[in-house]
T-cell receptor
Framework: ETGVTQSPTHLIKTRGQQVTLRCSSQSGHNTVSWYQQALGQGPQFIFQYYREEENGRGNFPPRFSGLQFPNYSSELNVNALELDDSALYLC????????????FGPGTRLTVT | QQQVKQSPQSLIVQKGGISIINCAYENTAFDYFPWYQQFPGKGPALLIAIRPDVSEKKEGRFTISFNKSAKQFSLHIMDSQPGDSATYFCAVSASGGSYIPTFGRGTSLIVHP
């Protein structure tokens, strides 16, 4: 059984650019949640996907968007990057919308210059 | 507005000592209270969780104490070890909200040998 994997590990982008982050969920999990973790802070919920549909969204602007694929892997897209988007982006997978434990990936460290 | 307040921000204890981290919440709709442990370069991992129908839950050296009337819960790490040095996050979630957790700001624990 493989755990949650994320790619890339690190990424440096320029303000105004677009970025796509990827997440492969744990085997058997049909729910993926994305979080933003700023330095020294707890993770903040961005959105959740359950069986390819958005199942909830946190307080993030529409330039944060996502997708879930039939194999339950997921993408997070961020348009028009801002300096404040610099953070660790975490993906977590679970079964049936998080009623069971969420398993987090190691994250993607995004730096916007 | 913080939905969960965590303290202290940092904690230093000697090996063998007791580490205590506290969290307080306001919304009585929350019905699931997990604690996560995060090591540098890793995503958070669920350590222990409690539901409001019990006042205490113990797993090995880790204990959650829950005070429903005070809307507070705490993590106790007995016989703290250097390997416990990590950042700890409390979280709150509700079954009506698909168990999407809201995290505290974290406590950086250092256990000196």
């Amino acid at each position: 059984e493989t755990g949650v994997t994320q790619s890339p590990t690190h990424l440096i982008k320029t303000r105004g650019q677009q970025v796509t982050l990827r997440c492969s969920s744990q085997s058997g999990h049909n729910t993926v949640s994305w979080y933003q973790q700023a330095l020294g802070q707890g993770p903040q919920f961005i959105f959740q996907y359950y069986r390819e549909e958005e199942n909830g969204r946190g307080n993030f602007p529409p330039r944060f968007s996502g997708l879930q694929f039939p194999n339950y892997s997921s993408e997070l897209n961020v348009n028009a990057l801002e300096l404040d988007d610099s953070a660790l982006y975490l993906c977590a997978s679970s079964f049936n919308r998080g009623q069971d434990e969420q398993y987090f990936g190691p994250g993607t460290r995004l730096t916007v210059t | 507005q913080q939905q969960v307040k965590q303290s202290p921000q940092s904690l230093i204890v000697q090996k063998g000592g007791i580490s205590i981290i506290n969290c307080a919440y306001e919304n009585t709709a929350f019905d699931y209270f997990p604690w996560y442990q995060q090591f540098p370069g890793k995503g958070p991992a669920l350590l222990i969780a409690i539901r409001p129908d019990v006042s205490e839950k113990k797993e090995g050296r880790f204990t959650i104490s829950f005070n429903k009337s005070a809307k507070q819960f705490s993590l106790h790490i007995m016989d703290s070890q250097p390997g416990d040095s990590a950042t700890y996050f409390c979280a709150v979630s509700a079954s009506g909200g698909s168990y999407i957790p809201t995290f505290g700001r974290g406590t950086s624990l250092i256990v000196h040998p």
